[in-house]
């Protein structure tokens, strides 16, 4: 019988090694997956190459596992933002490298490595810093520049339901990277608001199938939200803006 459903957080990230890579979803705060991410921080791996849109927000999630030192370098398209005064702190003194890479190649370069595409040409980046050293290729007129793929050990990801297969359905925006760093990775991670019984899950629906999904954790329903509708905004932290809203779900 596959059942993929592990019974703990650290049940979840265990055997991430030090040295490893690992892609962590999330556009901002949205799809970041906090919980995994601070199982991640208490498990101890360190010296890790981290691949996720951002460097972290605030002082939560994924800037916490930054501001712990784990991470030696960080495979980013978007750094620097106002809330990102942890990952500013450790580049200004030399603790932690930064790859920068444009938004439309990070996540091409993610799917790539999922769909096994060797590389690839895209003219972003032609004629800046980010393209020096690149093979270049005239196409119908226009310059690009050659791409590889990025694969990892390890994707950790949120989604908000899964049966016990592993097949995955996401919540609107928090979709974002989740699906294509689940295909690039050799084990993916995944905590989700639910678990379903097999059989719930319209097929038209699941945007991940199970094949490429390895761990499911339940970490219940998002504190945002009650009964799946949104309540209210977050913090930095991730923590309800209207607290006494969110505890009584929505009916103050």
């Known amino acids: 019988m596959i059942d993929k459903v592990v019974p703990s957080l650290a049940d979840a990230v265990a055997g991430i090694e030090d040295g490893a890579t690992i892609m962590i979803g999330g556009f901002g705060h949205a799809g970041q997956p906090h919980e995994l991410i601070d199982a991640l921080v208490a498990q101890g791996a360190s010296d890790l190459t981290v691949v996720s849109n951002n460097a972290g927000n605030g002082d939560g999630g994924l800037a916490a596992l930054l501001s712990a030192g784990r991470v030696r370098k960080i495979v980013c398209s978007f750094p620097r933002q106002a809330d990102s005064w942890v990952f500013d702190a450790l580049y200004r003194e030399g603790k932690i490298e930064l790859e920068l890479v444009p938004q439309g190649n990070l996540a091409e370069r993610i799917r790539a490595a999922g769909a096994g595409i060797g590389a690839f040409f895209t003219p972003t980046g032609v004629g800046t810093e980010l393209a020096e050293g690149k093979e270049t290729r ?115």
């Open 138 to 252: 005239e196409i119908n007129g226009r310059t690009y520049a050659l791409d590889y793929p990025i694969h990892a050990d390890f994707a950790v990801i949120s989604a908000l339901k899964a049966d016990r297969w592993g097949n995955l359905v996401y919540r609107q925006t928090a979709r974002n990277f989740g699906p294509i760093m689940a295909s690039a990775a050799t084990t993916s991670i995944v905590q989700v608001d639910e678990v379903v019984p097999l059989g719930e899950l319209d097929p038209e629906t699941v945007v991940t199938p199970s094949i490429y999904v390895n761990r499911v954790v339940v970490v219940g329903e998002r504190r945002w939200l009650a009964n799946n509708e949104f309540i209210g905004g977050v913090d930095l932290e991730g923590q309800p803006l209207d607290a006494e809203l969110a505890a009584t779900g929505g009916t103050k």
